[in-house]
């Protein structure tokens, strides 16, 4: 499961990476025109539209791309850098690197670019880079309530919006084709070509297609976490489906005597839930943490017998069903959840006369399992979160 | 207009869209170009004026984000490699040499001091809006980050705004 940094790629190997990466990016963007200003500010006064064709492409595909990763569990967005959003400094930022667009004709990316094949004027933008970055650095006690006003933290767009990341990603594949149509059309105009921007050949009815199937992709890719809730709280699917259960009983016999250490239980009580009452031995555990990367191992641990727990049943099924869709097994939900199991162990309170024998057996175990899971329960330390998060990577410019 | 044969803009956008996305899931970040000129910046300062660097607060919390100094910076690697794989593009496409690119109507004069103003900007800017095209902008895009996509929309909206005013550089 990604990203593969820094579990699987760390320390220096990281930095080789970087550098590969980075020689990959410097050829792709030499090979589409970066190095050459005139390419690059086309684009703005309308002769070439080279920049917008390349950026726009590059952004939907590596969009869907995370987005089918992430359907298909290979990478945990919540270890990915998702750029904070800072209103007025993205305004304030985003304008004057516009003015610096049309004023230097590079951005930094491509100004390296450039630089890398002899442009001299690419390394006077550098230069002034540097300046600028400065200025920056000694002003910036100047800058620093723009720099830090409106922190919404990190939102991803379609949350902002309102509306879901599939119809998000439609409509941004869409925008860009409609996008790729008109700037043609624009090009040939001030190119003064008199072609049809756009025709029946091949290679046009491909582009088309391959539009219209990213596109329709994003429908396919939903968001794992959204569409499997989606699953569970449809009425009556959660109720139906066929999940290993454990009694009451036997959960008070696993609290009691537990030598070999084999139950796990996953406490999906809110905080203040827990707080009133701590199951011994348990792990505070979220939906979210199904998702995660680092949390989710606590579910593939050998030998142990996966306990499910919430107040009431239909939390814990919803949950079961989920992981188990997620491919995480030896899972067991708590039969009639914590409600049952205080009123039938805590709190036990035997009918008035035991008429069988068994009866008897039963209500004697849970007098005593009650007694000493309560004793367990004063005893017991807060229950605490699966694992500690590992800390998103720093990323950004 | 085209003395050298680029490549087709979808096929290259659809690379640097893959390219990107393998960085992502390699590294969990995106792409990246202006942090590499603050690493370097920091640095710069930190030789020269050691004393002004410790007490500055831009300088102290960059030293406090990054602890393993500031060269060694994924950014700085990524930049390297942006050097060389443009520089090798260029070798192969036979692009190499040195030329001073402008406007047909602008005179040397007012190309320099126009680099020099537009790299002033995008130092700031980019500083200001965490991230230039490549890390905010692009990489912002690909993880739907709204801040990133703000960025994104006014960069090009200023460029857009402002390139009447300097069109004798260009046009």
Known sequence: MGPLVPDIISGNLNFIAALLIGVLFGMVLEQAGFSSTRKLVGLFYGYDFTVLRVFFTAGVTAMLGVIALEHFGLLDLSLVYINPTFVWAAVAGGLIMGLGFVVGGFCPGTSFCAAAIGKTDAMVFIAGAFAGVLVFAEGYPLFESLYKAAPWGNPRIFETLGISQSMFAFLLVIVAMLAFWTVSIIENKVNGVKEKPVRFTPYYIALASAGILLAGSAFIFTGRKASLLKTVNAPGFAQDYKLETMTPDEFAYRLMNDRENKLQIMDFRPEEERKKMNLPGATAYTLDNLFEKAPSRALLFRGKINVFAAEDELTERKMAIIAEKMGFKRIKVLQGGLNEFREQILNFKPAKTASKFELENTYRFRKKAGREIRELIQKAKPSGPATRKLKRVLGGC | ?171
């Open chain 2, 1 to 171: 207009m085209k003395e050298t044969k680029y490549m087709n803009s979808y096929l290259a956008g659809f690379l640097l869209g893959l390219l990107l996305l393998a960085t992502i899931f390699i590294t969990g970040r995106g792409l990246g170009a202006s942090g590499a000129l603050k690493s370097l910046t920091v640095a710069a300062v930190e030789a020269a004026a050691p004393a002004h660097a410790g007490a500055a607060t831009f300088y102290k919390d960059y030293a406090a984000d990054h602890s393993g100094g500031p060269l060694k910076n994924w950014l700085v690697f990524e930049a390297i490699g942006v050097l060389l794989g443009a520089f090798i593009s260029g070798l192969v496409s036979d692009r190499l040499g040195f030329k001073f690119e402008k406007g047909p109507s602008a005179t040397t004069r007012m190309r320099v001091a126009g680099a020099l103003t537009g790299g002033l900007l995008w130092g700031v800017g980019a500083q200001l809006g965490r991230g230039c095209t490549s890390g905010a902008a692009l990489s912002g895009m690909a993880v739907m980050s709204t801040g990133g996509i703000m960025t994104m929309v006014f960069i090009f909206a200023g460029a857009y705004g402002f390139a009447y005013f300097v069109r004798k550089l260009w046009i």
